[in-house]
């Protein structure tokens, strides 16, 4: 990587993570330019949902170091990695069923919100006014990922696509400068394919997000990654542009299969 520190929103040093005797991540170095779109791939128990979490906070790493915009964040709570910067989705879609799709996004916007505990029980008019703008933001983002006239339906009623489209937008209102999504089109139809990865490029570049995907479908990848990134059994064995990625013969052996270098 030939990108300047200051380049970068995220970088990773030798970080590692052992479940008793187990490696799930084996010293890592990962870096993740500003404004890049950039996928993180490989074969099931390859260990890239445990790098997502170690970034997230959800996992502690055994060893090694993370920074987000050049400060270190290793071992940081979920909720302090939240608001340092980085939002996130799930592989299995984590929606409140039962609240409606605009109040799912506001529960992402909490964290930006300053009133007290007290002021929600006298409801003064500065808390009314820091309620509207939330209100605002979250219709805001409802409108970006084309959900506005759905902002009144429960989250479970939902088509598929758009749940996983609503939970972008409640990652987004956390206001984060890096956005991980993990396996963002598992389950997806071809055209709600194709849409969700035209959307996560236009996000890209109207709102000058970082992202960080982990991605099954390798016509996703290829056609959206700026750099690709590769680990097998928590080892990383290669990384690159989509298509030196695609050329490299131990990610055809591990991960695309052997037929998969000759397709364009």
């Known amino acids: 990587m030939t990108a300047l520190a200051t380049d970068l929103?995220?970088?990773?040093?030798?970080?590692?993570?052992?479940?008793?005797?187990?490696?799930?991540?084996?010293?890592?170095d990962f870096d993740i330019p500003r404004h890049s779109i950039v996928s993180l791939i490989g074969p099931n128990g390859a260990g890239k949902?445990?790098?997502?979490?170690?970034?997230?906070?959800?996992?502690?790493?055994?060893?090694?170091?993370?920074?987000?915009?050049?400060?270190?964040?290793?071992?940081?709570?979920?909720?302090?990695?939240?608001?340092?910067?980085?939002?996130?989705?799930?592989?299995?879609?984590?929606?409140?069923?039962?609240?409606?799709?605009v109040e799912n996004v506001l529960v992402g916007l909490h964290h930006t919100l300053k009133g007290h505990w007290w002021e929600a029980i006298y409801r003064p008019r500065s808390l009314l006014?820091?309620?509207?703008?939330?209100?605002?933001?979250?219709?805001?983002?409802?409108?970006?990922?084309?959900?506005l006239p759905r902002q009144d339906d429960y989250a479970r009623n939902l088509p598929y696509g758009d749940q996983r489209r609503l939970e972008i937008?409640?990652?987004?209102?956390?206001?984060?400068?890096?956005?991980?999504?993990?396996?963002?089109?598992?389950?997806?139809?071809?055209?709600?394919?194709?849409?969700?990865?035209?959307?996560?490029r236009s996000v890209r570049d109207r709102l000058g997000v970082t992202i960080l995907l982990i991605e099954h479908d390798m016509k996703v990848v290829m056609g959206i990654s700026e750099r690709v990134t590769v680990l097998d059994h928590g080892e990383k064995i290669a990384e690159g542009t989509p298509a030196e990625v695609r050329a490299n013969p131990r990610v055809i052996e591990a991960y695309l299969g052997?037929?998969?270098?000759?397709?364009?």
């Open 169 to 200: 937008a409640r990652a987004l209102a956390t206001d984060c400068k890096l956005l991980l999504l993990d396996e963002p089109t598992a389950g997806m139809n071809p055209n709600e394919t194709l849409e969700l990865t035209e959307f996560v």
């Open 129 to 147: 006014r820091e309620e509207d703008r939330a209100l605002e933001r979250a219709r805001e983002l409802l409108a970006l990922m084309n959900l």
């Open 9 to 28: 929103v995220l970088s990773t040093r030798g970080i590692r993570k052992e479940f008793g005797g187990l490696v799930a991540v084996s010293d890592i």
């Open 49 to 101: 949902t445990t790098f997502f979490n170690m970034i997230t906070g959800l996992y502690k790493p055994t060893a090694g170091r993370i920074e987000l915009n050049g400060k270190e964040i290793t071992g940081a709570k979920p909720h302090q990695v939240v608001r340092a910067g980085i939002g996130r989705t799930f592989q299995n879609i984590r929606l409140f069923g039962n609240m409606t799709a």
């Open 258 to 264: 052997r037929g998969a270098a000759g397709h364009g």
